[in-house]
């Protein structure tokens, strides 16, 4: 600063010296309106005159941030725990406020809020897969929101496509209904689901409603949530950001849950879609996915049967009937 001082005090007195804005311009490599303009300050305030100002305007009629948003993505932060991706995604669906995650990274640096230490404990050593063609794999899962009140789960593998619905029980019913529900929402047909070993899904309605509509059943092992980690972390993700935004004793809790659906498919970000949409991976995946006649002919019916939900059971007779 105390350079940049001196060098301006020195532009004056060598006009002082020679009386000619030409020759000074010349000496010095700079233009006549600079040296007017450090000339009237110095007249006017001295060496004060002569530092420099900042170039901030008074005011910012087109401020893209303005200080209620900054207090909502504060608020987000303080009283639900938020990362900046889900504060960029909860101003779109809350507020309809449209902010970059890279502006709202920069807000919470400003207020020395600091970043949240929550880091989950991922498995080490387990292989990460995405399956290519949507449909190939589904997840299902049950999660209990209250008593009750059990949320139904089901999500693509491949294009993050979720289907969710709402039940008073978990029951062999109540997943048939649901799988109905699936079979209609998903724009796409499918070839098998994944569940864990919930009694719900090892009805014998269940499995052979499953062959009747030529769909695999695929159940996980035992002990093993991280087969079916897609839709469980996607069932964290409606208890922080659908669940703590609704009161779950409203009348028209369903109809909410529907229209998150919506935003979930169609509006909201998925980091594992590189900031595409479920429906995004859809679209761009069409021409690669089956139709239903071609997922139907593909089905062998001789190679399934009706599976017991005792793990070292169902191996037994897998094993007898290979041996058969």
């Given at each position: 600063?105390?350079?940049?001082?001196?060098?301006?005090?020195?532009?004056?007195?060598?006009?002082?010296?020679?009386?000619?804005?030409?020759?000074?311009?010349?000496?010095?490599?700079?233009?006549r309106?600079?040296?007017?303009?450090?000339?009237?300050?110095?007249?006017?305030?001295?060496?004060?005159?002569?530092?420099?100002?900042?170039?901030?305007?008074?005011?910012?009629?087109?401020?893209?941030?303005?200080?209620?948003?900054?207090?909502?993505?504060?608020?987000?932060?303080?009283?639900?725990?938020?990362?900046?991706?889900?504060?960029?995604?909860?101003?779109?669906?809350?507020?309809?406020?449209?902010?970059?995650?890279?502006?709202?990274y920069?807000?919470?640096?400003?207020?020395?809020v600091?970043?949240?230490?929550?880091?989950?404990?991922?498995?080490?050593?387990?292989?990460?897969?995405?399956?290519?063609?949507?449909?190939?794999?589904?997840?299902?899962?049950?999660?209990?929101?209250?008593?009750?009140?059990?949320?139904?789960?089901?999500?693509?593998?491949?294009?993050?496509?979720?289907?969710?619905?709402?039940f008073?029980?978990?029951?062999?019913?109540n997943?048939?209904?649901?799988?109905?529900?699936?079979?209609?929402?998903?724009?796409?047909?499918?070839?098998?689901?994944?569940?864990?070993?919930?009694?719900?899904?090892f009805?014998?309605?269940?499995?052979?409603?499953?062959?009747?509509?030529?769909?695999?059943?695929?159940?996980?092992?035992?002990?093993?949530p991280?087969?079916?980690?897609?839709?469980?972390?996607?069932?964290?993700?409606?208890?922080?950001?659908?669940?703590?935004?609704?009161?779950?004793?409203?009348?028209?809790?369903?109809?909410?849950?529907?229209?998150?659906?919506?935003?979930?498919?169609?509006?909201?970000?998925?980091?594992?879609?590189?900031?595409?949409?479920?429906?995004?991976?859809?679209?761009?995946?069409?021409?690669?996915?089956?139709?239903?006649?071609?997922?139907?002919?593909?089905?062998?019916?001789?190679?399934?049967?009706i599976?017991?939900?005792?793990?070292?059971?169902?191996?037994?007779?897998?094993?007898?009937?290979?041996?058969?």
């Open positions: 600063m105390e350079s940049e001082i001196r060098k301006r005090l020195r532009w004056i007195e060598l006009f002082k010296k020679y009386g000619n804005a030409g020759i000074v311009c010349l000496k010095c490599g700079i233009s309106p600079t040296l007017r303009k450090w000339l009237r300050r110095y007249e006017k305030h001295g060496l004060e005159g002569l530092k420099g100002h900042s170039r901030k305007p008074n005011n910012s009629p087109a401020r893209k941030v303005t200080a209620e948003h900054e207090r909502i993505i504060l608020s987000l932060r303080r009283e639900r725990k938020l990362g900046h991706r889900r504060i960029c995604s909860e101003l779109q669906r809350l507020h309809g406020i449209f902010l970059s995650i890279a502006t709202i920069k807000i919470l640096q400003r207020h020395g600091a970043q949240l230490n929550q880091k989950r404990a991922y498995r080490k050593g387990k292989k990460r897969y995405n399956q290519l063609i949507p449909g190939d794999r589904v997840q299902m899962d049950v999660c209990k929101i209250a008593q009750g009140l059990y949320q139904y789960a089901a999500i693509d593998d491949c294009s993050r496509y979720k289907v969710m619905g709402l008073k029980r978990r029951t062999a019913a997943s048939i209904a649901f799988l109905e529900q699936v079979t209609e929402e998903m724009p796409f047909p499918i070839q098998r689901i994944q569940t864990d070993r919930g009694q719900e899904f009805a014998v309605k269940f499995q052979k409603l499953l062959m009747e509509w030529g769909i695999k059943f695929r159940p996980i092992k035992p002990g093993s991280h087969l079916n980690g897609k839709v469980e972390r996607s069932q964290r993700t409606d208890l922080d950001e659908f669940y703590s935004t609704v009161d779950i004793g409203s009348p028209d809790l369903e109809q909410q849950l529907q229209e998150w659906q919506h935003y979930y498919n169609w509006h909201r970000p998925h980091s594992s879609l590189k900031g595409n949409t479920p429906i995004d991976a859809v679209c761009d995946l069409f021409d690669k996915t089956p139709l239903g006649e071609e997922v139907d002919g593909l089905y062998d019916v001789s190679k399934e049967r599976q017991e939900q005792n793990y070292r059971l169902d191996l037994q007779l897998r094993k007898l009937k290979r041996s058969i």
